[in-house]
């Protein structure tokens, strides 16, 4: 608490700045980790409930169940997207109605995956700054609180470490916070960008099984 | 074809945990960590405050220490460079100052009787006198300003006593005293132990003569090696060296390891 009511004003400006980093490094933490969870326990449910149905419209009625999956969503949309071709085929029977179905189901699919992986990755990149950062911020503090002990040597004329040590101590606090706010920060995003991939490779995995069942339906008619 | 098609609306927004909420919690924790390390809440810790004993062990202790310092008899520091200087600056003001008076007044006395005469030197005598005696005083300020005092006693001069004293015997407190005497006769290495936070308290009970009656931990430090390093200090100075009759009889010591290492 003294370190830092004695630090010069520089030093205390750096140290808001890390701290706005810090709190807002934590939030995301915390949103990350009820989102993130949330959707891979849901999904997990969701795949279970999937392959137990034998109908997609069974499928669709228990959606609501599992909305904080990802891979709800990409089935909504593969859903909707081979109701709406499958309507088209019946008014227009001249084109073969499979390919051009499983295209436009898989161009669903992929849209709603590259949508979804946006949702999970949002702020993440807030993490990644302030890891990278905020050492760096920190060490400004501390740089230019040694720059400030040195001066007051200068004007002391005195290098005892009485003048010297109070100065640095004061100073090496940024550097200390900085790297309390950056550890965190390296870790949470670390850890989310590796649950996002799992989930990443889940929702491929599902629009891959999802188009070869619509080819299969496809031949069987 | 309505609207945007590559805006999905509604699937969403509804079940996305909000930012501002986690935004307070983590403020709170913030605040929570700041309130916890800034020792608004448990004075503990923000560090222990580890107690400071002033003693020398070469002035008997006593019961009621006075307020001073508990070093010996006090050093007089003398430095002739610093002082010498001052003295010379202020002794021909001291002696200008003392003749330019007196030297019209002595011209002014033509007829007056021998009492007044008798009277005005008197006077000019007392005058001649607190002259010097303020002389002296600026003479000891200036040798006190001119003194280098890092690194010294703060007070030369001092009464014996305790900094925290309020009794009226010049010497240490017995209590500090005996704290001082335990640990110089305690030897143990950091290395020895596994933690540096180690303290056991002891009751310790002495008769008339100083020597050690009987002792036992009240709180053991949980680390065999502190324990016993702390037994062979205390049997170490199982006689100490008080003239009789000594006046503490039961003691409580705690036996704190940083204080060893420092």
């Known amino acids: ?221 | 074809m309505t609207g945007n098609r590559f805006i999905r609306r509604g699937t969403r927004t509804d079940i996305e945990p909000k930012l501002g909420r986690a935004f307070l919690t983590s403020l709170t924790l913030h605040l929570l960590v700041f309130l916890i390390f800034s020792g608004l809440i448990w004075p503990n810790l923000s560090g222990e405050k580890r107690p400071v004993y002033y003693v020398d062990l070469v002035n008997l202790p006593v019961e009621r220490p006075q307020a001073g310092r508990p070093a010996a008899a006090p050093v007089k520091k003398e430095k002739p460079k610093a002082k010498t200087p001052v003295v010379k600056k202020s002794s021909p003001k001291v002696e200008k100052s003392a003749t330019v008076p007196v030297t019209p007044k002595e011209k002014v006395p033509a007829g007056p009787s021998d009492s007044e005469i008798a009277e005005r030197i008197a006077a000019m005598q007392k005058k001649k006198e607190k002259r010097k005696e303020i002389d002296a005083l600026k003479e000891k300020l200036a040798a006190l300003t001119s003194q280098e005092t890092r690194g010294e006693d703060a007070v030369p001069d001092a009464p014996i006593g305790m900094p925290e004293g309020s009794g009226d015997q010049a010497g240490p407190s017995d209590m500090a005293w005996l704290q001082a005497y335990l640990k110089q006769q305690w030897a143990l290495s950091e290395y020895q132990v596994t933690r540096l936070d180690l303290k056991a308290l002891v009751r310790l009970q002495y008769d008339k003569k100083g020597r050690l009656t009987d002792f036992r931990f009240l709180e053991k430090s949980g680390d065999a090696i502190f324990d016993d390093s702390v037994k062979s200090a205390i049997l170490k100075s199982r006689q100490l060296p008080l003239p009789e009759p000594v006046r503490f009889r039961e003691v409580d010591v705690e036996f704190n390891l940083k204080d060893l290492l420092n």
Do not use: C
């Open chain 1, 1 to 221: 608490m003294d370190l830092i009511m004695g630090a010069g004003p520089v030093v205390k400006g750096v140290l808001l700045v890390l701290v706005y980093f810090s709190v807002v490094s934590w939030a995301i933490i915390f949103l990350k980790m009820k989102t993130i969870n949330r959707a891979k326990k849901d999904s997990e449910a969701f795949l279970e409930m999937f392959w137990s149905k034998k109908r997609f419209d069974v499928v669709q009625q228990n959606l609501k169940e599992f909305a904080h999956s990802p891979l709800t969503v990409l089935f909504r949309e593969a859903y909707h997207e081979l109701a709406r071709s499958q309507r088209q085929t019946d008014d227009d029977e001249a084109f073969g109605i499979d390919m051009r179905g499983a295209d436009n189901v898989a161009r669903a699919l992929r849209r709603a995956t590259t949508q979804e992986l946006q949702r999970l990755e949002k702020f993440l990149t807030f993490l990644a700054t302030t890891g990278s950062t905020a050492p760096f911020i920190g060490l400004f503090g501390t740089v230019w609180g040694i720059m400030d002990s040195f001066r007051s040597i200068g004007q002391t004329g005195s290098a005892s470490l009485a003048v010297v040590a109070p100065g640095i101590s004061e100073a090496l606090v940024a550097t200390a916070i900085g790297l309390v706010a950056a550890i965190p920060a390296v870790v949470a995003y670390n850890h989310f960008v590796n649950k996002v991939n799992l989930l990443s490779g889940e929702m491929d995995n599902f629009s891959q099984e999802f188009l070869n069942i619509i080819e299969h339906m496809g031949r069987r008619k």
